[in-house]
Antibody
């Protein structure tokens, strides 16, 4: 049974940094692309980033490019999202999600989410 | 990376069918057969209900079906039930290993 658990959220001031983690279990983590998706309060879903199964490449939404960095530790089955220069508009619940196969962003398992609030 | 366009809400009576549209461009919906649909209950993580335009993951009822014509994808919920009254999002691969979600649709069961 696939299990994804995010952590690391919290309240942070604008301009500061935060690192999210996602612990994965129940599947062959190193075989799947992984994604981060966020949802602002009362808003819709927004795709944030994805990384290949081996972590050699990561790709980002324009809204976070240059500020966020996604990485993974396949030895310990952990996904990361390093968020720098945070802005108020980054306030959201952040979900990690597993790609069902390949890289096309069809997400068959999701974590419960972790809340990031950017506020002074 | 503009969001795909969905109606804000659709409604139907129990037992009827409703269809949610998802309008994109040739750069996303129209260019790839990687359209997926998600159901989201309040305060919960989304759940995949359709992938590859019209395929259902194991356990998803056949009341849910997907289709695509040009740059518009659609989700049809047949035999509408009270617990279908939640939010639905489409998503599409958008090239260069990026994805885009729709604006979301609230289904109301009258």
């Amino acid at each position: 049974q696939v299990h994804l658990v995010e952590s690391g959220g919290g309240v942070v001031q604008p301009g500061r940094s935060l690192r999210l983690s996602c612990a994965a279990s129940g599947f062959s983590f190193s075989s799947y692309a992984m994604h981060w998706v966020r949802q602002g309060p009362g808003e819709g879903l927004e795709w944030v980033a994805m990384t290949w199964f081996d972590g050699t490449n990561a790709f980002y939404a324009d809204s976070v490019k240059g500020r966020f960095t996604m990485s993974r530790d396949n030895s310990n089955n952990i996904l990361y999202l390093q968020m720098n220069s945070l802005r108020a508009e980054d306030t959201a619940v952040y979900y990690c999600a597993k790609d069902r196969g390949g890289w096309a962003g069809q997400l068959d398992n999701w974590g419960q989410g972790t809340l990031v609030a950017v506020s002074s | 990376q503009s969001a795909l366009t969905q109606p804000r809400s659709v409604s139907g009576s129990p037992g009827q069918s409703v269809t949610i549209s998802c309008i994109g461009t040739r750069s996303d919906v129209g260019g790839y057969n990687y359209v997926s649909w998600y159901q989201q209950h309040p305060g919960k993580a989304p759940k995949l209900i359709i992938y590859d335009v019209n395929l259902r993951p194991s356990g998803v009822p056949d009341r849910f079906s997907g289709s695509k014509s040009g740059s518009t994808a659609s989700l049809t919920i047949s035999r509408l039930q009270a617990d279908d009254e939640v939010d639905y999002y489409c998503s599409s691969y958008a090239g260069n290993y990026t994805s885009v979600f729709g604006t979301g649709t609230r289904v109301t069961v009258l």
